[in-house]
């Protein structure tokens, strides 16, 4: 989709209010680009993305906490394909070793001045304790929102801290599932070393029961729901050959 960031000083008078005030930020930044206003609302870092073209990870969405110890608004900024780490930024912006809390509709809107969905990362009505995530600094150009669920406009990540100010750091959980996986598969793999010593072939569940929504299999054992049910009464060359199959399924998933 093709957007036109250039706006004179009529049409910015037509803008909500909230887009007026970062539209002024920007320009009296020198900031090349103004806000766009899309047809679509972009309350979402995957709706935003789906209406400009481009990878939901371009898109650099705004997470408001409340700090504890004063009351204060912890704005992170980081990708849209990315979950904040809360422990991280703790350790960051809570000195004290008080917590963050979450961030309702009317604490964001009082110290934001902006409603959820459309929390810019500047232009703040209150001053916010502000943190940029790195995993950002992957793309060339991103996309912020500008005060509305409507509005956007684009900047690079080097823009993004200039403008705000704001420390770069890593805040971003880490792929915690593809973890899990991994220790789950080596868990099994070590199991799967006593096939040859073991007059039947044992089980291959590690305790980890649950099943996996993409894949339909057991993210402990990797098997589906009737390969685990039937495992009890199946006969020791249908383990055998099931074992295999396990193996392949770890090869393809695990890499």
């Given amino acids: 989709m093709g957007v036109d960031s250039n706006m004179c000083g009529a049409e910015l008078k037509t803008l909500p209010e909230g887009v007026q005030r970062v539209a002024a930020v920007l320009e009296a930044s020198g900031h090349p680009h103004a806000p766009v206003m899309l047809d679509d609302a972009a309350r979402t870092a995957q709706q935003a993305a789906d209406a400009l073209g481009v990878a939901v990870g371009q898109i650099a969405k705004s997470i408001i906490f409340r700090r504890k110890s004063d009351d204060a608004a912890v704005l992170v900024v980081t990708s849209g394909d990315r979950r904040v780490d809360e422990k991280k930024v703790e350790a960051l912006v809570c000195a004290d070793g008080r917590r963050l809390g979450r961030a309702d509709a009317e604490f964001v809107k009082s110290r934001t001045g902006f409603s959820i969905g459309g929390v810019s990362p500047l232009a703040h009505a209150v001053p916010s304790v502000t943190l940029i995530d790195q995993s950002l ?119």
């Fill in 137 to 255: 600094f992957r793309f060339g150009e991103i996309w912020a929102a500008a005060g509305h669920p409507h509005a956007v406009f684009p900047l690079s990540p080097q823009q993004l801290q200039s403008l705000t100010g704001a420390p770069v750091a890593d805040l971003a959980v880490q792929d915690d599932d593809k973890l899990a996986l991994q220790r789950a598969a080596s868990q099994v793999r070590a199991r799967a070393l006593t096939l040859a010593t073991q007059a039947d072939a044992p089980s291959p569940c590690i305790s980890i029961c649950r099943m996996s929504e993409s894949t339909g299999l057991c993210e402990g054992c990797f098997r589906t729901r009737d390969e685990i049910a039937v495992w009890s009464s199946a006969s020791d060359a249908n383990k055998r050959r099931l074992w295999a199959t396990i193996e392949q399924r770890m090869e393809a998933l695990v890499v």
